[in-house]
């Protein structure tokens, strides 16, 4: 009997294998979201800046997801990291005259080394604990970039942070820092799912499903659990960095506490564990932010109401949706 | 005391505690290896509670050891690495993915070629063909019995030498407890050393060549599974 050898299946055609993971509904749900792009470049004006934003925190939330979504675990302080990477390039970059694709990994090193030492007794705690210990830990973080005042500069802001670029070649440009945006959210996403599809990434999942199920399999949960929090805090110290870099100015508000919840409503929203929710979370949130800002008054209502709407009628994510259609047509 | 290198594993006074209350009072046990061990007991007896504290999944005093080796400091997952794999109550499956990812799973400790894995996969389609026509299917949507099929299918992929199982047929239909506990009896026949938790008396005596009678958290009785004729005989030791 010849198995149909699961375990390291014949490699298919590159293309035939990426669009083997999603449903249709996820890819339409993706072309839209290019089309947004798209149409942000084409149309300009305010909304390259918010699809600006869609970007960089599409990035956040496709680190948030390795932690929350693969791994099952709840944290409110990712923030931090993000609060480290946006100050740490832009003091390297302005203070030490770093590059800023050197000062973006320097940063990134440095939030990761934080993670760890944070992370290692953190991660003892679970559920509520866990998400209330980090919950503290973006407050902290929150606190500090406001009162160290001699390296942050606290609520003045951060000003005269010089645009991604390599050498001689800077991005300057809305439309380029987009494009440049849409490119490394691309390959976070293509590393996201390399790592999903690993060892490593089943052993998150496997976690997710039940730690003692794990564990009774060989996975060592707690360093698995530790190594998805320090690649969370890796992503979100990218996206500190990129929107130091795309807004040339950084203050405490934009790596406060409501960064970490607006950050979870998004991953919810597309769809936490799923492949794409990230993206879609992070696009569809950052346009319905902007389309109720016309209802004056009642945005935040109208907000609220959107997103309420969204949990309830589409609980695992937009990105699940799919799924849930295919299996009421089955039912019926 | 000397280590003992003729059991697959010995357990000696082996005690947990939930909070204040004492689950499974100082108990021991042997396995050798290749045999069927199976341990029954009333509910609440500290079944579940001494095959959590063998795996180390919960805290526990006593000593364990597995081919002679004193693993009592071990954790659970480099307890896998020596082969020593469980199948929870409950299954215990990652019911979000697929049967296929479930069973890469199993293979996670598994050293060697990939041929190896790949004939650890045919070994387990062999006993549980009905799991290669659901290779897509998420655990979640699988039946009772085929989800339990993918529990012990899943823990095979390990190449276990000590497959321990607490309650596998609890909540099947007789006819997939009997099949699946079948199952088990054929590994055992080609060597695997089994170590069950069951409350389906009968099947678990049938298939099991000792049995370790367990009530109030400790052993009441350590019996060879032919010594037991009757409900009368397991009722005397349930209730003493």
Redo the contacts between chains.
């Keep these: 009997?010849?198995?149909?050898?699961?375990?390291?299946p014949k490699p298919a055609a590159p293309a035939a294998k990426f669009a083997s993971r999603f449903d249709r509904f996820q890819v339409v749900l993706l072309g839209l979201s290019a089309l947004a792009v798209c149409f942000a470049l084409i149309y300009g004006g305010y909304l390259l800046t918010v699809m600006q934003m869609a970007m960089i925190y599409a990035i956040f939330c496709v680190g948030l997801n390795f932690f929350m979504g693969y791994t099952g675990q709840a944290s409110f302080g990712q923030n931090s990291f993000a609060c480290i990477g946006g100050y740490g390039s832009a003091i390297l970059c302005v203070q030490y005259g770093w590059e800023p694709a050197l000062a973006l990994i320097g940063a990134m090193v440095v939030a990761g080394f934080f993670a760890l030492i944070i992370g290692y007794p953190t991660l003892r705690l679970r559920g509520h604990y866990l998400a209330m210990a980090t919950f503290s830990l973006g407050l902290i973080t929150y606190d500090i970039s406001i009162q160290w005042t001699s390296v942050t500069q606290g609520y003045m802001g951060y000003a005269g942070i010089p645009s991604l670029g390599i050498g001689n070649w800077t991005v300057e440009s809305e439309r380029g820092k987009l494009v440049v945006l849409a490119v490394l959210l691309a390959f976070a996403f293509w590393l996201s799912l390399r790592m999903r599809d690993s060892?490593f990434g089943?052993?998150l999942?496997?976690i997710?499903?039940?730690e003692?199920?794990?564990?009774?399999?060989?996975?060592?949960?707690p360093r698995f659990k530790l190594i998805a929090f320090v690649v969370a805090a890796l992503y979100a110290s990218a996206a500190g960095s990129l929107y130091a870099y795309t807004f040339n100015f950084i203050s405490p508000e934009a790596f406060g506490p409501a960064m970490s919840i607006l950050t979870f409503t998004m991953l919810f929203v597309g769809g936490v564990?799923t492949i794409v929710g990230p993206i879609i979370g992070a696009v569809v949130t950052s346009l319905l932010q902007e389309v109720v800002r016309g209802s004056g008054h009642y945005q935040d209502i109208a907000y609220a109401v959107g997103l309420l709407a969204t949990l309830i009628y589409a609980p695992k994510g937009l990105s699940a949706l799919g799924g849930l259609f295919r299996r009421k047509k089955e039912e019926a | 005391m000397a280590a003992d290198t003729t059991n697959l594993l010995t357990v000696r006074d082996l005690a947990a505690h939930y909070g204040h209350i004492e689950a499974l009072r100082p108990t021991s046990l042997n396995g050798g290896p290749g045999e069927f061990v199976t341990i029954l007991g009333p509910n609440g007896a500290g079944k579940t509670t001494l095959l959590r504290a063998i795996t180390r999944l919960i805290p526990s005093s006593g000593k364990v050891e597995f081919k002679g080796q004193d693993v009592t400091k071990f954790k659970t997952n480099e307890l896998a690495g020596l082969g020593i794999i469980m199948v929870m109550e409950g299954r215990g499956l990652f019911s979000d993915m697929s049967v296929k990812e479930n069973l890469q799973i199993g293979a996670y400790k598994l050293p060697g070629s990939q041929a190896d894995k790949d004939r650890q996969l045919d070994k387990v389609f062999t006993l549980f063909p009905r799991l290669k026509e659901r290779l897509t299917q998420t655990a979640s949507s699988m039946s009772g019995g085929e989800q339990q099929m993918l529990a012990v299918g899943r823990a095979l992929m390990a190449d276990p030498k000590l497959l321990i199982l607490d309650e596998p047929s609890l909540g099947l239909a007789p006819r997939v407890a009997t099949e699946i506990l079948s199952t088990l009896g054929s590994l055992n026949k080609e060597g695997l050393g089994i170590l069950l938790v069951e409350q389906k008396a009968p099947l678990a005596l049938k298939l099991a060549q000792r049995v370790y009678i367990l009530s109030s958290g400790s052993v009441r009785a350590e019996l060879p599974t032919h010594e037991i004729k009757s409900h009368h005989d397991l009722a005397k030791y349930y209730f003493a």
Excluded: E, Q
């Design positions: 009997m010849t198995s149909p050898n699961i375990t390291s060892r089943r052993g999942r496997a997710s499903g039940s003692n199920g794990a564990a009774a399999l060989g996975v060592r949960v564990g």
